[in-house]
């Protein structure tokens, strides 16, 4: 059975960083997808970043020149570093992988808090 498990999340003041982490364990296969995904009290889940075959990236607006996705899609492990934060980027972030970029089939981390104090 696969299992995503993140770390890396806390409390951190306004304008400091944080490194999210997150390895899939008892996958046979490669994802060629994994991404982080946030959700704020009474918002809906939203995309921050996403990493396809270890080296494209793409990330939300809001985010874009602060934090910095990256990872070893051979390892099927995902970083988040995440710099300069605001109080907006409190919020559950879970870690996302998926066997094929657009596969219907994906698998989600249990999230891990991160809040930021202004």
């Known amino acids: 059975q696969v299992q995503l498990v993140e770390s890396g999340g806390g409390l951190v003041q306004a304008g400091g960083s944080l490194r999210l982490s997150c390895a899939a364990r008892g996958s046979t296969f490669r994802f060629s997808a994994m991404g982080w995904y946030r959700q704020a009290p009474g918002k809906q889940r939203e995309l921050v970043a996403i990493i396809t075959n270890g080296a494209s990236t793409n990330y939300a607006d809001s985010v874009k020149g602060r934090f910095t996705i990256s990872g070893d899609n051979y390892k099927n492990t995902v970083y988040l570093q995440m710099n300069s934060l605001k109080s907006e980027d409190t919020a559950v972030y879970y870690c996302?992988?998926?066997?094929?970029?657009?596969?219907?089939?994906?698998?989600w981390g249990q999230g891990t808090q991160v809040t930021v104090s202004s």
């Open positions: 996302n992988a998926r066997p094929y970029v657009y596969s219907s089939l994906e698998y």
